[in-house]
């Protein structure tokens, strides 16, 4: 800005028409009619530093990536977004933690597997970016209803760090019928390796034995994912 040149107006929410706000549009048109960062701002109440708080929360989506970015934000890199700090982290991650924990509360509303890429669907915007490998396992009900999906380890993984039992140990605690596991590869190459072969024979027969049902493992690349089951590859 030169000298002399007066400061650029950013209005405030509450200069806003009053139809235009998004609590009011929420009251007059139901949740479902606001887009992203509307139902964001009605989150963070302000904004700071001159910008409107629809302007903030229109910022941290972009700057996370939407919002499966913003799903996979840990505390500390929500708190770094100029604007958030420690109240308004906290206010987006105890939203986030009780959409999640109403999912698994209401079986009728969990999503339902019938093929892996109904599995894949639902692990593939957040697993598909991950800088370090990871195994999770999707915990199913008798209609293939998504209980939970657990992380089981974090890190480079081989047939010498994955312990079978810890692997099934919240299948086992949760009764669960049946269960998939899938791992991510960083390099976006969903090719299985000799070692993921080796691990899903390992999961395939403890399965077996426990009378838990192994439907697939999944390995999740960018934008993309493979079926083990489908290939015929440590299965059978």
């Known amino acids: 800005m030169e000298p002399g040149e007066p400061a650029l107006y950013r209005p405030m929410l509450r200069d806003l028409p009053a139809g235009d706000k998004p609590r009011e549009r929420l009251s007059r048109l139901g949740a479902g009619a606001l887009a992203d960062s509307e139902l964001l701002a009605i989150l963070l109440r302000v904004g700071g530093n001159g910008e409107n708080v629809l302007g903030l929360a229109q910022r941290l989506l972009a700057q996370l990536g939407g919002l499966p970015g913003l799903a996979r934000a840990s505390f500390s890199e929500l708190e770094a977004v100029k604007g958030i700090g420690l109240a308004k982290a906290a206010q987006v991650k105890a939203a986030l933690e009780l959409g999640r924990r109403l999912l698994i509360a ?22 598909g970016f991950l800088e370090q490998e990871q195994m999770r396992v999707l915990l199913l009900d008798t209609k293939h209803r998504v209980m939970g999906t657990p992380t089981i380890y974090v890190g480079s993984l081989n047939t010498s760090v994955i312990r079978i039992a810890e692997l099934f140990r919240e299948a086992v605690k949760q009764n669960c019928a049946a269960i998939i596991v899938a791992h991510n590869h960083p390099s976006g190459d969903t090719s299985p390796s000799p070692e993921d072969i080796a691990v899903t024979q390992q999961i395939y027969s403890a399965g077996r034995l426990l009378d838990i049902d192994v439907l697939d493992h999944l390995i999740i690349g960018q934008q993309r994912f493979l079926s083990l089951k489908e290939r015929g590859l440590g299965f059978g």
């Not at 999503?111 to 957040?126: F, G, H, R, T, V």
């Open 106 to 127: 209401a079986p009728d509303a969990r999503p339902q597997i019938k093929s892996p890429a109904d599995a894949a669907n639902l692990l593939l915007a957040e697993m």
